[in-house]
């Protein structure tokens, strides 16, 4: 009697790409690092989706290079690997507007960095479809991070579980001084993510610099993975440990 052969489902790249999505949108080490090895097996699975995969593998080498970079970790080679990957994409395909914003998020940091070429690419991206809350919040950026911008308010209501959109509001309300709207926005971003340690550390950072440092080291107790390296970094700068890179003075990160 010959063997029963199985017919076991195939992974397809589609499903790939999309628990890939899922991963980068996870906005940390482990997410990034998931998010590239299923990107890279997406791409060998259906050339088809070649370019739009190697966008999405672009973005993520350059949003973990930038985590990278706020830990005080290496980062030029993960900003070298963006750029590269979107050169390639572009290149493929000059129409979609995936390869577009991909090309801007590269252009951001390291040797790379070019804020004019970056702006053009975000809105040619924009142009594409700006209806896209990941356009609409890398035009955002691209621009100057501008607190009252309606770019970054349509981004967060067209996708209200994209935490980069309120954390990097967060981000930037605290940098134009706005400290009590800042931390209305980091709420907003750990109601996203709970315990997220990017917006666990730019809130408790936030509420030391507002006079509050109890409360401050009680959420990075409380609510934060102590062995991330922003989480290690806050503790620094709200104890005030300048061998440790922190003098007291927040330094908060956006995505």
Known sequence: MPEAVLDLPQTSAQSLRDEGRRQA????????????????????????????????????????????????QECASYYEL????????LEAAPNLTETHRAMAKALR???????????????????????????????????????????????????????????DMGVALYAAGRLQDAGFYFEKALKVIPGHPLAVSNWAMLLAESGQEARAQSLLRDEADPGDPLVALAWARILGDAAAGGDGTPALGGV
């Open 109 to 167: 940091r390291g040797q790379r960095a070019d804020p004019d070429r970056r702006l053009a690419e975000s809105q040619q991206a924009m142009k594409l479809n700006a209806y896209d809350a990941q356009n609409c919040h890398e035009f955002w950026c691209a621009s100057g991070y501008q607190p009252d911008a309606p770019a970054i308010f349509q981004a967060m209501a067209l996708d209200p579980g994209f935490f980069a959109a309120p954390n």
């Open 25 to 72: 949108r996870r906005f940390d080490i482990q997410g990034y690092q998931e998010a590239v090895a299923l990107y890279l097996e997406a791409r060998d699975l259906e050339p088809g989706l070649w370019a739009s995969t190697t966008a999405a593998l672009a973005e993520t080498y350059a949003l973990w290079g930038f985590r990278r970079e706020i830990s005080g």
């Open 82 to 89: 963006a750029y590269d990957e979107a050169q390639q994409a």
